[in-house]
Nanobody
Framework: QVQLVESGGGLVQPGGSLRLSCAAS????????IGWFRQAPGKEREGVSC????????YYADSVKGRFTISRDNAKNTAYLQMNSLKVGDTAVYYC?????????????????????WGQGTQVTVSS
């Protein structure tokens, strides 16, 4: 069964940190670009960050640049989103997603493509 499962969300104070994990099962994450998205109540889903399968190149939305770091561990079939200096405005449900882009295609990641697989989301709440 193909599945992406996020974990690591929770309640944190402003300025704090969280590390989200995205574990894949039923398929090999090596062949996929990975994206992290978020959706806050009453707002549209927003692309946060992505990482390519070929050279590990990354993209960050301006709102998180310098604070969030995306990474992947193909041996563990898992991707991560390290979130530092969290702000109240980062509060949202965070989703990871994967799109088929084998390394030989050498396609940089993009938030604007149609992703093949999605996780169920994990809640991140930043509040004092």
């Amino acid at each position: 069964q193909v599945q992406l499962v996020e974990s690591g969300g929770g309640l944190v104070q402003p300025g704090g940190s969280l590390r989200l994990s995205c574990a894949a099962s039923g398929f090999t994450l090596n062949y996929y670009n990975i994206g992290w998205f978020r959706q806050a109540p009453g707002k549209e889903r927003e692309g946060v960050s992505c990482i390519s399968s070929s050279d590990g190149s990354t993209y960050y939305a301006d709102s998180v640049k310098g604070r969030f770091t995306i990474s992947r561990d193909n041996a563990k079939n898992t991707a991560y989103l390290q979130m530092n200096s969290l702000k109240v405005g980062d509060t949202a449900v965070y989703y990871c997603a994967a799109v088929w882009r084998p390394p030989w295609v050498q396609d940089p990641c993009s938030m604007g493509v149609r992703y093949d697989y999605w996780g169920q989301g994990t809640q991140v709440t930043v509040s004092s």
